[in-house]
């Protein structure tokens, strides 16, 4: 028997969610799918992951939205009011789960504050997980774990093995960031989202109104008010690739360098589009 799902757009997390792995959705679709809170949920966007439901919103009755923060929605393969399935699952205790590191360090003694940030949640396999060490964002991938199944409860009796060995997926740096990484900044992240994600994700709605799309963007202010960490979460959000330029790169006191080393950056850029 096929179980069922809902198709529901993709809505931001409120900032109290972000990182503990809950998920919401309105009242009406927590009834059709037999669902409570404390429930887990299967995920499925290009990517599929699992996650726990919270109770709904009022606010949100109706609108057909689920809330989730920028992890989930990159281990779901989904951005901002991307359409994504979700289903109720019944996933088992994990034993064991063994994790790998997304670029090549060593972790030593880790297990047990891993086994900590994760009791209770539900994870599933190829998962993004991001860790708070010494001030450092530590990201790791959920390789595998016993028993095996579309997903799986961490409890603090499930033993945790960390390989040596980086996970063959990488991750760009711009992927790391989601519009929850920025502090304030609401009406610019509006604007900038307008401009720019609405062309990349549906140029067709610009051809049917004969309108030209915004060619690009000038973020202007002093040093240290979010302007490259914004780029970077709308590179994430839209996955898109992010190249970061700074003037001394380029710069060079031979004739004609400087230009040469755009164009071929600019050639990557498109190389890579």
């Given at each position: 028997?096929k ?6 757009r ?13 998920v ?23 990517k ?18 689920i ?114 990484d ?85 050639k ?6």
């Amino acid at each position: 028997m096929k179980k069922e799902e809902k198709i529901l757009r993709v809505a931001e997390a409120k900032t109290y969610d972000v990182g503990t792995g809950i998920v919401r959705v309105d009242s009406q679709i927590m009834r059709i799918l037999g669902l409570s809170q404390g429930d887990y949920v299967q995920i499925t966007g290009r990517k599929r992951t699992a996650a726990v439901l919270g109770s709904h919103f009022p606010e949100d009755e109706n609108r057909g939205v689920i809330r989730m923060d920028g992890i989930q929605r990159r281990n779901a393969g989904a951005s901002l009011d991307d359409k994504v399935a979700i289903s109720k699952i019944t996933p088992k205790n994990a034993t064991k789960m063994t994790l790998a590191p997304t670029d090549e360090l060593r972790l030593t003694g880790a297990e047990e504050y891993v086994s900590t940030v994760l009791d209770g949640k539900v994870v599933s396999k190829g998962d993004v997980i991001q860790l708070n060490v010494m001030g450092n964002r530590v990201e790791l991938i959920v390789t595998g774990y016993v028993p095996s199944g579309p997903a799986a409860i961490v409890s603090r009796g499930t033993k945790i093995v960390i390989s040596t060995k980086a996970a063959k997926e990488q991750v760009s740096a711009s992927s790391r960031v989601s519009y929850e990484d920025i502090g304030g900044l609401r009406d610019e992240v509006k604007k900038v989202r307008e401009m720019i994600e609405l062309p990349l994700k549906h140029p067709e709605l610009f051809e049917r109104l004969g309108v030209e799309a915004p060619k690009g963007v000038l973020l202007h202010g002093p040093p240290g008010t979010g302007k490259t960490l914004l780029a970077k979460a709308v590179a994430s959000e839209t996955n898109a690739n992010f190249y970061s330029i700074g003037g001394p790169e380029i710069m060079s006191k031979f004739y004609g360098e400087s230009e040469e080393r755009l164009r071929e950056i600019f050639k990557q850029a498109e190389e890579n589009a």
